[in-house]
């Protein structure tokens, strides 16, 4: 049994520093204790000049020595300080975070998009319980952030895919500010500027004809509430497009000091009102559904959910997992990978992984990695046959998948890069960038994806299975087969003088049921 910890989640926002102080008992259960919020024009700063100035780093630090005081108080002894968009396109970003951690003692992680989704997510599916009967109908979420907004289609039963699209409430109207002054009707020249960022997407979402939209971010909370006291909606968990159509026509005549004024929010909150509306409203229109279903979770209560996922072993833990490998294999289908082949040489280089973990000694995220290098690894055959696996590289690294970070995107590039002839040299930039504990991860997954590959050089899927056994210096593939393997064979041994020199065993292939290999 654990006994109940006091914990901070910190999200370095760019429109507002927040902060819970909660307990989490020792079934997992969290209780928020303390919910802070402070506005800042981080974002602003950035999305206008692309550094934050002086006067916002000055004002981040005195409101975050504030938290690091409140989380003393209460005893807290463990945190989780992230930031978003704001920061992370900074100009100055590297300076801001150094100043923070000199002034406060917050180590902030800069993270992405995909990283940010994960925990909202994580967070949703606790507050909203319907969600799981929203699985196999599917549903669409829509994740508005200051920087950027996301559209993510879960479909029979797992996330099939995630667009970003970098037109957030905040960025959409300081992107568009000056042009403010020179219009009557703004709100309309936002909806033009959405259109013309999304309108690649929309065929997509409509052909699936969804029924349910999950609502997130964009102060969709607010927005909630000013239907609930307009008396146009009876709860602020649902919000009917009717209503949220009656509410854009009547704020898209005020300006932001008019909605700040009636109804009591600070500026920076009802900025960013009337841009959410207008996205919201554009994707609702993509679907059938009724309305939105509003779960009122946001960033810190995500970082919350996966500090209980550190600490124990959850079931959503697992169920998130499996919707980023679920997501993975949609990235693989879209770009021509061929199924079968692909998921053979997924649990060949699984098997190899588990049956060689006393050599290799790396750890469950690592094996996560190396399953979805396995899944992308031929993604590039669409473009070059022959330079395919560059491009593979090259495809993943454009690629979002959720919850991974920037530093591991690149280890996953690079592993599916390395699956075939070339092995890392120090003259390849994407190897020689990495840090040296990353060099060593990359070169034993792609070892071991190499002989999982070759395996499977015919895309006959001869090997039903790897039996892995240790010989002195040498490590024993035993393999189940009825087939003539004599091209595998070959391959494999193309492989093994790498493998050797990664791992320090030699391998050495031999059919099940002979005497020698």
Known sequence: MHKPEVVASIDVGSNSLQMIIAEIDAAGKVSILEDLWKPTDIGR???????????????????????????KDYHALRYRAVSTSG??????????????????????????????????YKSMRDRLPAIQDFRYPG?????????GMEASVYYDGFLNFTEYIKAGSLRLRQVLKELEEMTLDFPAIMEEYLESKIYSLQPRIRALNMVNVVGLGGEIDTIAELCKQM???KTENFISKKALNRLFIFLREMTTE??????????NEADIIL??????????????AEGIHVPGVTLRHGLLADMVDEKFDTSRKQLFNEDIISSVWYLGKKHGAEAE????????????????????RLNSRDRMLLEVASILHDVGQSIDASEYAMHSYNIIMAADIMGFSDREMQLIANIARYHSEDIPQPGHRNYYNLMEVDKITVSKLAAMLKLAAALD??????VRQIDISRSKRELIFTIDTGADTLLEEWSFSQHSGFFEEVMGYRPRLKKKGTANG
């Open 45 to 71: 700063d950035t999305f206008a000049h692309k550094r934050i100035s002086v006067e916002s780093i000055n004002e981040t630090t005195d409101t975050l020595k504030g938290f690091v005081k409140i989380m």
């Open 87 to 120: 920061l992370r396109e900074a100009d100055n970003r590297e300076y801001v975070l150094e100043q923070l951690r000199l002034r406060t003692g917050l180590s902030v992680e800069v993270i992405n998009s995909s990283q940010e989704r994960l925990y909202i």
């Open 341 to 360: 082949h692909t998921r053979q040489v997924t649990e060949l280089a699984l098997s190899i992984f588990d049956q060689s973990q006393h050599i290799h």
């Open 275 to 288: 841009p959410s509306i207008i996205i919201f409203r554009k994707f609702l229109e993509m679907t059938k």
């Open 457 to 462: 050089i015919t895309l006959k899927h001869k």
């Open 258 to 267: 008019q909605i700040a004024f009636e109804y009591d929010l600070h500026h």
């Open 139 to 147: 549903f669409l979420i829509v994740n508005i952030r200051m920087g």
């Open 231 to 233: 008396k146009i909606i």
